[in-house]
Structures are given as C-alpha cells and as structure tokens.
C-alpha cells in the first residue's frame, strides 16, 4: 500500500481572518445597512467552514449502492439524474442529431474588452450551415465565467492521481458549501455533452495553450472517461482505504464504472454520420469566408 503523504495543506483560516474574506463580497456601500444581517450570516458560514459541511443537504443512498446507508448530496443524486437522462436520450435512435458547439474564449462584449470574440462570431457561422441540414445545435458559450455572476468551473483536483475510483461521476468535488466553492457550471456542461453526438470547439491560443476556462472545462471532463458511479464505495474520497486500488486495480467500484458497448458504439457512429458531414461543409464554407 503506498503511504498517504500529509502536510501541504495549512491550517483553517483564523476567525478574523475568515470574516475578511467574507465580508469583502458585501463591500459595496448599499450594504451598510444590513450590517448586523451580514453578521448573522457570517457567523452561520464560520461554522459551515470550521464544521467543514461540505454537503449539508444529504439522504441514504438506499439499493443499489455499496453502502446503502452512507448520506449522498442530494445535489449529487439530482446532477446523476439528469445525466442519465441526458444518456438515455442520447441513444434513442429516433433522437434529431445533436452538435454542440463550444466557445472557448473568454471574451465578450458583456465585460472587458467590450467586444464579442472571433470564435463566438465563428460559432455563428457554424450554425448557420449545420440548422439548416436537420442538426439540433446547442451552444456552450464559456466566456459566460468572466462576465456572469456567479458562473463558476472549479478546477479539476486529479483525485484519480490518487486511485481511480476516488474520481466520481459525476464529480463529487463540487459544490462545497463550507468552501464557498458552489455553483459549479460543470454539472450543466457534462449533462450538455452527453448529450451531444458531435462536439465542435472553436477557441483561440493563450500564450501556446488552451485559454483559462476551456482548460478548466476540460480538466473536469476526466470522470466522464470511467468515473466511479457509486461514491458510497469509497466513502467519498478516503485515501488511505482507496490508494492501493490505483488506476487499473480490482476495487469494488472500478467493477462499477459503466463501459461503452458495441451497440453504443456503433450508433454514435451511424448518428453521428449526418453531423460529420455537415461539419465538413461548415469548415469549408467557413475557409471559403475568409
């Protein structure tokens, strides 16, 4: 069993220190009266934080779980539902093809600098071949971070660098109430992409990489790729019951991680038929626009 190495996170925040930080986001003047209100408040966050209540809306997980006792998010178990939706819509063969069409640029003109990007423009002209031969396009805009409250992509934590099964799908990181780390967009954006048959990302470079949040995006992809269905068998993330099971061993929920089969497979390729050959005419009229 490899050893659980400890130390690199600090302690908790001080208590001053916590209400800082808390109360910078009512730093706007027009809050002044309601001081003692925001008080109140942050003393109910002090003690979600010092708690740690990562998930304080829970119910038993019930059949079909490993430990059908254990307390699941419900936030968790309605995020679930909605990608098995998402999936069982997306092998319906009698489902109109879906392309969703993703901007990977963070600029827009609803912030700075006031002006839409290249890639959004591009997407339009994307959708302006593909509606037209039957597709139904779905638009995943991901500037929308920078210029939209409380629009969030919390970054990726690889807790599959630890063991495979620690990385849940969906992704249990998030939200985590005691961190303030809530409304996660990730929950919305991999219900999009299962159930998309064709995805198209138009982005620019950002110093010879991926800009901020399609990296962001796309490092939250990684539980779609074999994640473990079943957090309950591994009692959220406890490494030291969970590192000896690693990327490829024989752990109760690796047993559980959904594969694709031929059947999956072969109608994602027969759906997916009309979306190619529609995204080939698009890049070509897009080339010839130029």
């Known amino acids: 069993m490899t050893d659980v190495r400890k130390g690199q996170a600090p302690d908790h925040l001080a208590r001053d220190a916590f209400a800082e930080r808390f109360r910078?986001?009512?730093?706007?003047?027009?809050?002044?009266?309601?001081?003692p209100a925001i008080s109140r408040l942050e003393q109910i966050a002090w003690e979600a934080y010092a708690e740690g209540r990562k998930s304080p809306r829970t119910r038993k997980a019930g059949p079909g779980y490993a430990d059908p006792d254990y307390d699941l998010s419900t936030e968790w178990i309605a995020t679930r539902d909605k990608l098995e939706r998402a999936q069982t819509t997306w092998a319906d063969p009698a489902t109109k093809s879906r392309v969703l069409l993703i901007v990977g640029s963070p600029r827009n003109d609803g912030t700075c600098p006031g002006e839409v990007s290249k890639s959004w423009r591009m997407v339009g002209l994307l959708r302006e071949v593909l509606e037209p031969a039957g597709l139904h396009i779905d638009v995943l805009d991901l500037s929308l971070v920078t210029s939209e409250y409380g629009r969030n992509i919390h970054?990726?934590?690889?807790?599959?660098?630890?063991?495979?099964?620690?990385?849940?799908?969906p992704c249990t990181c998030y939200p985590n109430h005691s961190l303030n780390q809530v409304n996660d967009w990730m929950a919305d954006i991999h219900e999009q992409c299962?159930?998309?048959?064709?995805?198209?990302?138009?982005?620019?470079?950002?110093?010879?990489q991926s800009p901020t949040p399609l990296k962001a995006m796309i490092d939250r992809l990684v539980c779609a790729d074999g994640g473990n269905p079943d957090p309950t068998s591994t009692h959220d993330k406890k490494p030291a019951e969970n590192a000896g099971w690693g990327?490829?061993?024989?752990?109760?929920?690796?047993?559980?991680?959904?594969?694709?089969g031929a059947h999956r497979q072969g109608l994602a390729r027969r759906q997916a038929q009309v979306a190619d050959r529609a995204i080939a005419q698009a890049s070509a009229e897009v080339s010839a626009s130029k």
Not at 155 to 169: D, I, N, Q
Not at 247 to 260: F, K
Request: proline share 9%; net charge positive; glycine share 8%.
């Open 24 to 35: 910078n986001a009512f730093d706007d003047p027009a809050f002044a009266a309601e001081a």
């Open 155 to 169: 970054p990726c934590k690889s807790c599959v660098s630890t063991a495979m099964p620690l990385c849940h799908w």
């Open 194 to 208: 299962v159930a998309a048959h064709a995805v198209i990302i138009v982005t620019p470079v950002h110093w010879y």
């Open 247 to 260: 990327c490829g061993g024989a752990g109760r929920s690796a047993q559980r991680r959904p594969r694709g």
